[in-house]
């Protein structure tokens, strides 16, 4: 422990340029250290994974400003298809911003600007005429906290298909005899069944979901984005609001889910992302992807120093 | 009298009995000392509002005898009847203020006391002097119909002063006019304002609805018209398109809009608001000074005096003060007749009038 | 599953369609534009625009129109036009043509046809009926052009042929009359059949489905957007145009050019003479003026802010930071709210009937005052509860942990930092009681046109006694002017024309103009402090 | 140390014996000298009260002493003091209400009764106000029907929501959804200001200018319509409408709208199927207190309106303009008194109590809002 | 990682009240679980921690509803002076309540209800009569989040001694030449020293305070604690919201004070617990004190089975 101590020590006498008193730097250790962190350079190398098959997505050199925060710093990333994929790290360090990335949501932050190129599928997201609306449906996304509209479980989970026309349920539907109401019934059970949700709310469907626990809420907000069928599905800590036996009910789901969709899931707790994940990618302060490969590989022999040190939970 | 605060009344002190009987001193009781005199404030008929608001808006400036556009005489121009005042070397203001025993200010829009006129109409003029909120209440009807009061009511508690006369027109806007409508019988008049008659062609006009316009209920000019015209002060009025509350908005009202017709003062008559002749039992009254029966003449129906009430006090038992004596005084004399009264097309107090209303006032200093 | 096209991600570049179904779009902007060039009375209907008259322009358009949007929806139904149509129109816009519709048919069986009651009822329920149905049923291209081009080649046609030409004139037969003419009737029909088309074309530039319902109503609710602010940058254009000249009458610089003022017992000249602010109307004076009702003014508001900010904030400490959230602070939360939307004229009434009374039996400065701080006491309490519940209960835990006491904690903590909201909350309520005209018409007003003379001196006027009240002012209990009262008596009495004002137009202007400027000088002051205190919090 | 908060059960007479016990608490709390300041300070206060109330040219003397108790408290007991003057001028605020009721409902009181009709022996007081159709305050037979001053403010009230709530509606959703942000910073002081314009500007401009112009255009007998000022007033009714409305979806979480969007939905979508559903009740509100706002508009109608206190006929005839129950007061203040200012005052009480509803209710409405999106409901 | 996947899912399925379908609940553990966590009965002895000196605070049978939620249940606990005392536990397990309790901060929450004893050196802090002005003056508080006032940062500092009376300051005073303006220089110096601050921000201190980093803030905020010169301070995860460098700062700082002051500390951070604290109190779902004893012995070798299984991150 006291050695913990001795690194944070000089942690803070080194790397902080807040300090006035300029404290000599003298460490014996071969690496420099930065922000609490050992400092080293990232290599190449320690973001490559390698796999079979295709890149469901491929990223490469994606830079984020918030204005002038640059809180990506050329991040490149292939993710394999069917397959969970955990990104880690710090507070702070960029693991929202590059998941909003992917589908674009960081659109609607007014202050993000964005530069660089992510491909789904080899199609590149991110030039004109790129239809969002069609993206999102393929790119789907849960928040970190559930979030279901005021309306029913049933509402809820066919409002995309509602939405994109692919279910017609409305008044005139009814009258004009073209109501698709059989196909929803069948939407709602199918999409609840695969969140793991139906056994507890099949009889009240009907209810306003707002009424529904915290963890079944996530899990209707997953079944939600399952319904209009997307390929990857994007995950901002689904579980952290959650208590315990809540999180592992996901933590379930989202191991099932990889065989038929490409999970991408940001989770700020390591024993969480070593459980679910194929792989896993770690990104340290400052918006740089500093280590991904294989989840076993990077938890039990991470190549980088400093992700050793956020692992054995040194400093985070 | 009305709300004025004793220490304010008189500068000076009155004590000989003068001829007129109504006419008692005011009986100062200076209880702290005195700062300028409050200012007179009137309120009331929007019938009167011409001239004693010209008049108010004189005394204000206090206008030098050199002015001779507004006061005095000049190279170029002498106001009227400033020989028979005798051609005063003083201010406007000071001058009529003086006689009452006010000091002179000699300065320019700076009277002894300041005057305040106040627009609505009769029965508002009435009621307000009544509960002492004003001096002086303008009132184009009498003020036992404004207030319902019988006449020993009024003489025991209010002194009323004649400023002129008016001859009450109907008038109609302009395209009317031009369409012809010269003249209308007074039968005529009552069947529109009574909703018999709706159309300008049933009268000689074009074919034009009629828009029938009536001044508010309580008001002088309605009280005497309905008296004068309809027959009766209950006479219905179910013709009525609109209602306004002083002879301004119904002058407005007849200028914008075609079709009108509308009883008023003559002070607001005009090229676009053009009165016109009434026939009684045979008899044409025509709009035109120089017509044999005319609007202006005494024997036309619907003429009226024009009045100010002063209310009388346990401080002011002759019922008039000295600042309200010395504003009035003003309206009294050949020049105010002139500029005030019959420079508003108003018609002025015969010579006989004008000094039984003069003895109204407490004596000059 | 209708319509599940599998739609690209990445569409290719603006098609041809696309750009007709702009050009659609643009035109009928263009027709908008002219019908309410014309409702203005910009140009009549008869002018010659561009070699015709203005009636065949609209007309022409409306039938181009109306056929271009037709053609799309055909060709899209057709398959020439790649579109993502749904199957239905929906309801609401069926419903809306329905409705059109029906209307069309009644007024011309009755008024054109001239048939009974009996005969346009059937009339309007057969084309409403045909237009609900030819909206609903067929898919979304169809049903969504054909009956709003229809509309726009009927309304063409109606122009084109003269049945509604420029001399037609519908009497509505009312007793109480009224009717329409072509020179109103023309333009706003061309107008709501521009929307309609306009919003059909926006549709299928979208190629239907969700994309052409967002991009049909972002058209609409655009041009809502733009509208009102069109309308408020008109209103204050206008007002100042008109005003101007009157406003700025007789104004002149220079050492000596204006009154003399004393301050601290020193006499001096202003360098700036400007009539219409430093005079009254009075019979000597070159160029009238409105400075009683200005100072009458200022002196309202401020009567109004010492009377409620105090008692304002007071009541906000109160309720924020000692009473119980329970009954009570509903009680007052309720009180409060009701009384801020309680009409102005309410307060009026209640101002003649409680305060002209008990001050003086009269209209006076006084009872203007308190019957403008009770009208501005609500919005204080509302505001100052707001910015107090605004700021975060950390500072008041962290003073208490401090162990600070209440008190000293809502004075050193909670009102510094609740004082940005309040301070802009009164700034934005004074500019409104600064315009109320119904509450002092009630209770304060004095003479129409006040002589400069006649200006309140309320500091001159305190006299010390040695009896009770001890502190007299009559300036505080005579009644006064002010501008919105002042603008009032303008327009109803004509006040003017015996008050030697000469320009009276000019005048009223010049005084609407100046009400104006004063009401949104506090706006204008209220929301830059709130933009200042907004960036201050951020930039620390 | 441990009351538990008891439920509903145990009610009033538990609250009133905790507020006798906190009562008893604060008297033995409290230092002697400070409880005697508070005391004659409140006492003082309330004197001074009775006395303006009564008229009395003696209110000052109390309230000197009242000025001088808080100068002493402030000084010695400044933490006491403030809190019982912070409660003085709450109750003051409370009393502000009630005075107007009060007064109002008084001033109004002897016409009510004057309209008295017996219904199968029942007096009902005002009935005859409502069930006449004529205004006639002067001459016989003399009847102060408020009946088509109601018309008019109806007749202008629908004109005016049926302008200002779909416009306002929809403006609000541009600036709340859809503007770019340089746009909003641009617009919504815009709306502000709009609301800051005068109403007296309004009518005036209303009278000059749009009142003659419609009576050219459609050809009417004299000015003044329903139609147009219930355009005017429904303008100047839109930024309230805007600003709550905006208010409203604005409180709905970024959480949900992005959790739309995330599904493929477009922004319009987003926003008629989650937006304004979720804010329904705030943007009801808004409308509400625009609706509260267009009836109690007063000098636009008072300056456009004919002031003939009439039915149009037919009754749908909004291109006539009698008068308004607002206009009623502000056109005969002056010139009524005795039972005529006392019907003022009825029209004055139908005013205050139809928006004191209308605030309740849009307050309601608004709680339930908060406490639905609070998943309570 | 399938054994932790294993002991979940059995938690899942006895104790979730909400799951609709009925799994049996058989397990081959001696331990029953429950919530996630394993259940077993909390043992008196677990909490006895024996230390040399006085008892600084005492707390007997204290528990804590707010409303009719039982939030803290029954706790003991003596606190040693001059030394830094970490409490851990998962979310929601009362922490922070227990920690208000110590200088009634509590008694601003309307809910809150409080029974049985609290004692300062000795004395009973339940009782009538007790002046929680002074009491809050001698057991001073830090809070999760930074929360300096919007002053300057000097003002900041005074804000206490000031309000107490103790230094005068205002304009009044300055007029009548009473000012302390010496000894309130004196005081922000001395204190800012204390929190390690006064380096970096000596050139500053009428600057807004809201002008300063978290970190920064955060030192800031015990600064100002501190220059009320409390014997006590309690700080409620100071720095969760911080950086690693600032965090690391602030723990050096506990380190320090505990020479003069008895510190006690929530932290939801293990590894920072362990780092700094001299004796630790475990805190589990529901309210319950299960751990207290050395820092070392609660970590390397904790007497109940839940709290290893918290140590070991099987669960929170
Ligand atoms: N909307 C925003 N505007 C400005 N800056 C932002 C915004 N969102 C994030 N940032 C900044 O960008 C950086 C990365 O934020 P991001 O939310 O991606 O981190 P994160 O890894 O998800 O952290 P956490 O674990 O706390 O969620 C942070 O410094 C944050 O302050
Ligand atoms: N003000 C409050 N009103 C009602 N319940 C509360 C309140 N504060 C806390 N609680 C409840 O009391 C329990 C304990 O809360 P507490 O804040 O003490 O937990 P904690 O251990 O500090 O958790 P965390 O690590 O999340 O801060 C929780 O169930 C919480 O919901
Ligand atoms: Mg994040
Ligand atoms: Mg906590
Ligand atoms: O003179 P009047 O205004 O009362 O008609």
Same mark, same amino acid.
């Given at each position: 422990?006291?050695?913990?101590r ?35 350079r990232?290599?190449e190398e ?9 890149a469901k997505l491929?990223v490469?050199d ?6 002038d925060d640059?809180a990506?710093?050329s991040?490149?990333?292939e993710i394999?298809?069917n397959?969970?994929?955990a990104?880690?790290g ?10 909003r ?5 960081n659109?609607?932050?007014k202050?993000a600007?964005?530069?660089?190129s992510?491909r789904l599928e080899g199609e ?7 239809n969002?609306?069609e993206?999102r449906?393929?790119?789907?996304m849960v928040f970190q906290?559930p979030?279901p509209?005021p309306k029913?479980?049933a509402?809820?989970?066919?409002y ?7 279910l017609?349920t409305g008044l ?5 005899g073209?109501s698709?109401d059989?196909?929803v019934?069948?939407?709602?059970e ?6 793991a949700?139906w056994d507890?709310?099949?009889d009240?469907?009907?209810?306003n979901?707002?009424?529904?626990s915290?963890?079944q809420q ?9 319904a ?5 599905l994007l ?13 592992s009910?996901?933590?379930d789901?989202?191991h099932?889910l990889a065989e038929e969709y ?5 989770t700020h707790n390591?024993q ?10 770690v ?17 039990e022999?991470p190549?980088s120093?400093r992700?050793e040190?956020?692992?054995s939970?040194?400093?985070? | 009298?009305?709300?004025s605060?004793?220490?304010?009344d ?6 000989e ?10 009986t ?6 005195s700062?300028?005199p409050?200012?007179?404030t ?11 608001n010209?008049g108010s808006?004189?005394?204000?400036s206090?206008a030098p005898p ?6 005095g005489?000049n190279?170029e ?9 005798g ?6 203001a000071?001058?009529?203020?003086s006689l009452?025993?006010?000091?002179p ?8 006391f ?9 029965g508002?003029?009435c009621?307000?002097v ?5 001096d002086?209440g ?11 009061i ?9 002194v ?5 006369r ?6 109609v806007?302009k395209?009317v ?9 007074g039968?005529e ?9 709706t ?6 006009g074009h074919?034009?609805?009629?828009y ?6 309580g ?12 027959g ?7 013709g009525v398109?609109?209602?306004k ?9 007849v200028q914008?809009?075609?079709g009108a017709?509308?009883?008023?003062a003559l ?12 026939e ?9 000074k120089?017509?044999?029966?005319t ?7 619907l003429?009226?005096?024009l009045?100010?009430?002063?209310t009388?006090?346990e ?6 003060d ?11 004399t050949?020049?105010?007749q002139k ?5 508003n ?11 039984s ?7 000059q200093a | 599953?209708?319509?599940a096209?599998?739609?690209?991600l990445v569409?290719?570049?603006t098609?041809?369609t696309?750009?007709?179904?702009a ?14 060039a ?7 209907? +008869?002018?010659?625009v561009?070699?015709?008259?203005m ?6 358009l409306l039938v181009v129109l109306?056929?271009?949007v037709v053609?799309?929806?055909v060709?899209s139904?057709?398959g ?9 129109a929906?309801?609401l816009?069926?419903?809306t ?10 007024l ?6 001239g048939l009974g009651?009996?005969?346009w009822?059937?009339a309007?329920? *057969?084309?409403?009926?045909?237009? #609900? ?6 898919r979304?291209?169809i049903?969504s ?22 001399s037609?004139l ?15 009737t023309i333009p706003?029909l +061309?107008?709501?059949?521009s ?6 074309a926006a549709?299928?530039?979208?190629g239907f ?5 967002h ?11 733009i ?8 209103l204050?254009?206008?007002? *100042?145009?008109k005003?101007? /000249?009157g406003?700025f009458?007789g104004l002149a #610089? ?6 003399e003022v004393?301050?601290v017992?020193?006499t001096?000249?202003?360098p700036v ?6 005079n ?9 003026g ?5 100072v009458?003014t200022?002196?309202l508001?401020?009567g109004a802010v010492?009377?409620a900010? /105090?008692l304002g904030?007071g009541?906000?400490v109160f ?5 119980d959230?329970?009954r009570?602070t509903?009680v007052?939360?309720i009180?409060?709210?009701?009384l ?8 009026g009434l209640f101002?003649?009937a409680?305060?002209?009374p ?5 209209k006076?400065?006084l ?5 403008l701080?009770?009208?501005?006491l609500?919005?204080v ?8 519940l605004?700021?975060p209960?950390e500072y ?16 050193s903590?909670?009102l ?5 909201g309040i ?5 934005l ?6 315009g109320e005209t119904?509450?002092?018409?009630l ?5 129409v ?5 006649? +200006?309140?001196?309320?500091?001159g006027?305190f ?8 502190v007299?002012n ?7 002017s ?11 009495a004509?006040?003017g024309?015996?008050?030697n004002?000469?320009?009276?137009d ?10 104006? *400027?004063?009401?949104?000088g506090f706006?204008a002051?209220?929301?830059a +402090?709130?933009?200042?205190?907004r960036s201050?919090?951020?930039?620390d | 140390? !441990?009351v ?6 145990a009610?009033?007479?538990?609250a ?7 009562g ?5 709390e409290?230092?002697?000298d400070a ?5 004659v ?6 004197a ?6 009564? $008229?009395?040219?003696l209110t000052?003397?109390?309230f000197?002493?009242?000025l001088?108790?808080?100068?002493y408290?402030?000084?010695?007991h ?9 409660l ?5 605020t409370i009393?502000v209400?009630?005075l @107007?009721?009060v007064?109002i ?12 009709? !017996? ?6 007081p005002?009935?005859?106000l409502?069930i ?9 037979? @003399?009847?102060?029907?408020l $009946?088509p001053?109601?018309h008019?403010t109806v007749l202008?009230t629908?004109i ?7 416009l306002?509606?929809?403006a609000?959703?541009?600036?709340s ?10 617009v919504k002081?815009?709306v502000e200001i709009l609301a ?5 500007v309004?009518?005036?401009i209303?009278?000059t200018?749009?009142s ?8 009417i007998v004299g000015q003044g ?5 219930g ?5 100047m009714?839109l930024p309230?409408?805007v600003?709550v409305?905006e208010?409203?979806l604005?409180?709905v979480p ?8 995330a599904l493929?939905t477009?922004?319009w ?5 989650i937006?304004?559903p979720a804010?329904?009740?705030g ?5 509400l207190?625009?609706?509260?706002r267009a009836?109690?508009?007063t ?5 456009m309106?004919r002031?003939?206190?009439?039915l ?5 005839n ?8 607002t206009?009623?007061?502000?056109a005969?203040y002056?010139?009524?008194?005795g039972?005529q ?11 205050? $109590?139809?928006v ?10 608004e709680?339930r809002?908060?406490r639905?999106?609070?998943g309570?409901e």
């Open positions: 422990m006291s050695e913990t001795q690194t944070t020590d000089d942690a803070q006498a080194t790397a902080d340029s807040e300090l006035a008193g300029g404290a000599s730097p003298g460490t014996d250790q071969p690496l420099e250290v930065t922000s609490g962190e050992t400092r080293e990232t290599r320690w973001v490559e994974h390698e796999f079979e098959g295709e491929s490469s994606l830079d984020v400003y918030y204005g640059h990506l710093k991040v490149s990333m394999p298809e397959s969970v994929t990104l880690i710090p507070s702070g360090c960029g693991k929202s911003t590059f998941l990335c992917l589908n674009r949501m659109d609607r932050i202050a600007s964005i530069d660089g992510v590149e997201l991110y030039q004109d005429g790129v969002l609306v993206l449906k393929r790119v789907g906290s979030n509209f029913s479980i509402d809820n989970i066919s995309g298909p509602r939405k994109h026309g692919d017609d005139l539907a009814n009258l004009l073209r698709d059989d196909a019934d069948e939407l709602v199918r999409s609840l069944q695969q969140a949700l507890e709310v099949n009240r469907l009907d209810d979901a707002l009424g529904l915290g963890g996530q899990r209707l907000c997953i079944a939600r984005a399952l209009t069928d997307p390929e990857v995950m901002d800590e689904p579980a952290s609001a959650l208590d315990p036996i809540a999180t009910k996901i933590e789901l989202v099932d490409t999970v991408v899931i940001v390591m969480q992302a070593a459980r679910i994940s194929d792989q896993t990618a990104f340290l302060t400052g918006g740089e992807l500093v280590e991904y490969g294989d989840t076993d590989q990077v938890f022999d190549q120093q992700v040190d956020y692992i939970g040194k400093f985070g | 009298s009305g709300q605060n004793p220490e304010t008189a500068p000076a002190t009155e004590e009995e003068t001829d007129a009987p109504e006419t008692t001193t005011s100062p009781e200076e209880t702290t000392e700062s300028a409050q200012m007179l009137a309120e009331g008929s929007s019938t009167v509002y011409p001239i004693a010209k808006s004189y005394w204000n206090n050199s002015d001779g556009e507004y006061w005489s190279d121009s002498t106001v009227p009847g400033w020989d028979e005042l051609a005063p070397d003083m201010r406007l000071d001058y009529f203020a009452y025993g006010f000091e200010t000699e300065t320019q829009a700076n009277p002894a300041a005057t305040s006129i106040g627009l609505s109409h009769s508002t003029g009621k307000s009544r509960d002492g909120l004003v002086i303008n009132s184009s009807g009498p003020i036992t119909a404004e207030l319902g019988s006449e020993e009511e009024r003489d025991a508690n209010y009323d002063h004649v400023l002129g008016d001859g009450q027109p109907v008038v806007s395209d006019y031009d369409a012809g409508v010269t003249e209308l019988t039968e008049v009552r069947k529109i304002y009574q909703d018999e008659i159309n300008w062609s049933e009268v000689g074919d034009q609805e009629i029938v316009v009536g001044r508010a209920e008001s002088g000019t309605d009280t005497s018209f309905r008296l004068n015209m309809l009766s002060a209950d006479a219905s009025m179910e398109d609109t209602r509350g002083q002879n301004q908005q119904v002058a407005t009202v914008q809009n075609d017709i509308a009883y008023m002070a607001f008559t005009g090229p676009q608001v053009q009165p016109i002749g009434i009684f039992e045979g008899t044409l009254y025509a709009p035109d120089s017509a044999e029966h609007i202006f003449d005494s024997d036309y129906p003429n009226r005096d009045h100010q009430y002063t009388i006090t401080d002011t038992p002759s019922g008039t000295m600042r309200e004596a010395a504003f009035m005084n003003m309206f009294l050949t020049f105010g500029v005030f009264v019959e420079d097309n108003y018609i002025p107090l015969p010579d006989k009038d004008l000094q209303e003069k003895d109204k006032l407490p004596s | 599953m209708a319509g096209t599998d739609t690209a569409s290719e570049d098609s041809e696309e750009a007709v179904a050009g659609a779009v643009g035109l009928a902007a263009v027709l908008f534009a002219l019908s309410l014309s409702v203005f009375e910009l140009v009549t209907i +008869t002018d010659p561009a070699g015709v008259p009636v065949a322009l609209l007309g022409g109306g056929f271009a053609t799309f929806g060709g139904r057709l020439y036009v790649a579109t993502d149509p749904r199957p239905t929906g309801l816009a069926s419903g043509f329905g409705l059109i519709w029906f209307v069309v048919g009644g011309v069986a009755s008024q054109t046809l009651t009996a005969g009822v059937v309007s329920l *057969v084309t409403g009926g045909a237009a #609900f149905a030819v909206s609903a049923l067929p979304e291209d049903g052009t054909l009956p709003a081009g229809a509309l726009a080649v009927f309304a063409g046609v109606v122009f084109l042929t003269g049945v509604i030409g420029p037609w519908w009497d509505l037969g009312w007793e109480q009359q009224a009717s329409f003419n072509a020179e109103f706003v +061309t107008a709501f059949c929307l309609l088309v306009g919003w059909a549709k299928a530039y979208g489905g969700a994309r052409g319902r991009i049909g109503a972002y058209v609409l609710v655009y041009l809502n957007a509208s009102i602010i069109a309308l408020l940058f008109l204050v254009a206008f007002t *100042v145009l005003g101007l /000249p406003l009458k #610089f220079g050492a000596g050019a204006g009154p004393t301050l017992g020193v001096f000249s202003l003479s400007w009539p219409f602010v430093m009254g109307v009075a019979l000597l004076n070159d160029v009238n409105v400075l009683p009702a200005i009458g200022i002196w508001v401020v010492l009377f900010v /105090p904030i009541a906000a309720i924020t930071e000692y009473a959230r329970g009570f509903q007052v939360e009180a409060t709210n009701g801020w939307s309680t009409p102005s004229i309410v307060f101002g003649l409680f305060l002209v008990r001050l003086g039996n009269q006076s400065l009872a203007g005052m308190l019957t701080g009770f009208m501005l609500p919005l309490v509302i505001t100052s509860r707001e910015s107090m605004a700021v209960d008041r835990d962290a003073s208490a942990a401090l162990g600070v006491t209440k008190w000293q904690t809502v004075r903590i909670v510094p930092a609740a004082l940005p301070v802009t909350g009164i700034i309520g004074v500019g409104r009681i600064a119904a509450p002092i018409l209770t304060m007003s004095g003479s046109a006040p002589p400069g003379s006649q +200006t309140v001196d309320v500091l006027g006299q010390l006694q040695y009896a009770p009240p001890f007299t009559p300036e505080l209990m005579q009644a006064t002010a501008l919105p009262y002042q603008l009032y008596s303008l327009i109803t004509g006040v024309q015996s008050s004002i000469s320009a009276i000019e005048f009223r202007w010049a005084t609407a103009l100046i009400l104006l *400027v004063v009401v949104l706006y002051i209220g929301i +402090t709130r933009y200042y205190f201050k919090l951020q930039h | 140390m !441990n538990l908060p008891n439920s509903d059960g009610g009033l007479r538990a009133a014996r905790r507020g006798l016990r906190r008893r608490d604060f008297v033995d409290t230092p002697p409880l005697v300041t508070v005391t300070a409140a006492v003082s206060l309330l001074a009260f009775a006395g303006f109330l009564a $008229v009395s040219s000052a003397i109390p000197a002493v009242f001088v108790a808080t100068g408290g402030w000084l010695r400044q933490e006491l003091t403030a809190r019982v003057l912070t003085t001028t709450t109750v003051s009393l209400l009630g @107007i009721l007064f409902f008084a001033e109004a009181w002897p016409t009510v009764q004057y309209a008295t009709v !017996n219904v199968f022996g029942v007096p009902i005002g009935l005859r409502f006449e159709t004529r205004w006639s305050p002067v001459t016989p037979p @003399i009847q102060y029907s $009946v001053m109601i008019g202008v629908i005016a929501t049926a302008v200002a709530a779909p306002g509606v929809a609000a959703l541009f600036l959804e859809i503007a770019p942000r340089t746009v909003r910073e641009l002081p815009g800051g314009i005068p109403s007296i309004y009518g005036f209303g009278f200018i749009l003659p112009w419609a009576a050219d255009q459609f050809d319509t329903y139609l147009f000022v355009i005017v007033v429904g303008l009714a309230t409408v600003s409305a208010d409203a604005n409180s970024e959480s949900m709208k992005s959790g739309s969007l493929g477009t922004d979508q987003t926003m008629t199927s937006t304004l804010a329904f009740s943007v009801s509100a808004a409308v207190l625009g609706v509260g009836i109690g508009e000098m636009a109608a008072t300056v309106l002031g003939s206190p009439g149009t006929k037919p009754l749908y909004v291109f006539y303009g009698n008068d308004t129950l206009s009623l007061i502000a005969n002056g010139d009524a008194d039972l200012l006392s019907a003022l005052f009825v029209a004055g009480v139908i005013l205050f $109590v139809t004191l509803f209308l605030s309740i209710g849009s307050q309601y409405i709680a809002m908060r639905k999106l609070g309570a």
